[in-house]
């Protein structure tokens, strides 16, 4: 049993893999600002694990609040989820993504060096991979940077910290690649934050659903793939969450990054197929131009997690889609 430090902030995939934490009976804080999240997640956390995880506030952003969190617990070490995440978000507010993203973390750096905290996992996305390449599937060891928005920007600058800090700071440092997660915990009980309007694909869609939406806007520009709309590795969210509770249980020496986690792609087209197989509605889209920064394909090569950990990503698309539904029906209902 380890006593881990979570960062938090507006991203849903800390409150599932704080669940799978919990579950697997590691202690753990959680630290936030509450500035995008509401502190009921943890009651809901409470709910599925019959455990309470410690939540502890504080701004990332001010080093004294989050050094006082080291004053009062001794942590095995951290995963950082504590991130802006939103491209188009990034592109109006680039500082408060540099400020939270980049300062942030570094504040989290100097806390864990002066308290002596050495293992970190750390939330990093397919985005750092060269936007200009047509490369997919995107193997670990490929070109990064390049990036198309200051989001992205920072997961590619972070990575680059990280490594000079398992370099030169001695610490273990795992990356993890995310692709596309998508929802829903099965309990249909955690969230992610409800207040963003969203902009990735399966929340809207749920929104069309609920009717809130008229239609799907498919992005579209005669990209070169079987359908032409874009392919994407989609992953469920749970799938995501497992991932770093065995990233953290094998956790390796000195600076390792994995694509997580199907290998396997969904156009945009699949996926509305995939919804009404699902829902057995016609769902309504329409075709318009593409979005500013989309890439036609974006695959992960999993060979190396794969390796490292023995084990494939196990849940499908139509679980997640379903969980998702279970989800949308429980918090509007
Ligand atoms: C983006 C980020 C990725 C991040 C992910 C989850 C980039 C380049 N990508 O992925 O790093 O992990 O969000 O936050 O920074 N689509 C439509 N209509 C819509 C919405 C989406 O057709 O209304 C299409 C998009 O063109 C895309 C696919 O659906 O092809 C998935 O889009 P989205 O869910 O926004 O994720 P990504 O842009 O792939």
């Known amino acids: 049993m380890s006593k881990l430090l979570i960062t938090w902030w507006t991203w849903f995939i800390w409150s599932h893999a704080v669940v799978e934490l919990l579950q697997a009976w590691h202690q753990v804080v959680i630290l936030d600002n509450l500035s995008n999240s509401v502190q009921e997640v943890t009651e809901a956390i409470f709910t599925i694990t019959w455990i309470h995880p410690l939540f502890e506030y504080a701004d990332i952003r001010d080093i004294q609040q ?24 990034s592109c109006d507010k680039p500082f408060s993504y540099y400020e939270n ?4 973390t570094i504040n989290l750096l100097r806390c864990l060096d002066t308290y002596n905290v050495r293992n970190i996992i750390f939330s990093s996305s397919a985005t750092v991979y ?6 997919a599937p995107f193997e670990e060891q490929m070109k990064t940077g390049n990036t198309t928005n200051p989001y992205g920007t920072t997961k590619f600058i972070i990575e680059q910290v990280l490594k000079d800090m398992a370099q030169w700071r001695q610490m273990n440092i795992t990356c993890l690649r995310y692709f596309n997660p998508i ?6 009980l955690i969230w992610e934050d409800p207040h963003d309007v969203p902009t990735n694909l399966l929340p809207i869609m749920m929104e069309v659903l609920e009717g809130k939406r008229e239609k799907l806007f498919v992005f579209w520009d005669d ?14 969210v749970v799938d995501v969450a497992q991932a ?5 249980e094998n956790l390796a020496k000195w600076f390792n990054i994995y694509n997580i986690w199907t290998g396997k792609g969904t ?3 699949e996926m509305i197929s995939l919804v009404e197989e699902v829902t057995w509605e016609v769902f309504p889209y329409e075709i318009v131009s593409r979005r500013d920064g989309d890439v036609s ?3 992960a090569k999993v060979a190396r997690i794969k390796k490292a950990i023995g084990r494939e990503a196990q849940l499908s698309i139509t679980s997640a889609i379903k969980d998702a539904l279970i989800f949308r029906a429980n918090i509007y209902n």
């Open 244 to 248: 770093h509770k065995i990233a953290w």
């Open 297 to 299: 394909i974006s695959i």
């Open 267 to 269: 156009s945009v087209l």
């Open 223 to 236: 990209y070169n793939t079987m359908d032409w709309s874009c392919i994407r590795d989609f992953i469920h």
């Open 101 to 104: 993203n980049i300062l942030g």
């Open 130 to 135: 060269d936007a200009s390449s047509e490369d």
């Open 183 to 188: 929802w829903a915990h099965p309990s249909g």
């Open 66 to 89: 989050v050094e006082t969190i080291f004053t009062k617990h001794v942590f095995d070490g951290v995963i950082h989820f504590a991130w802006l995440k939103s491209v188009k978000e």
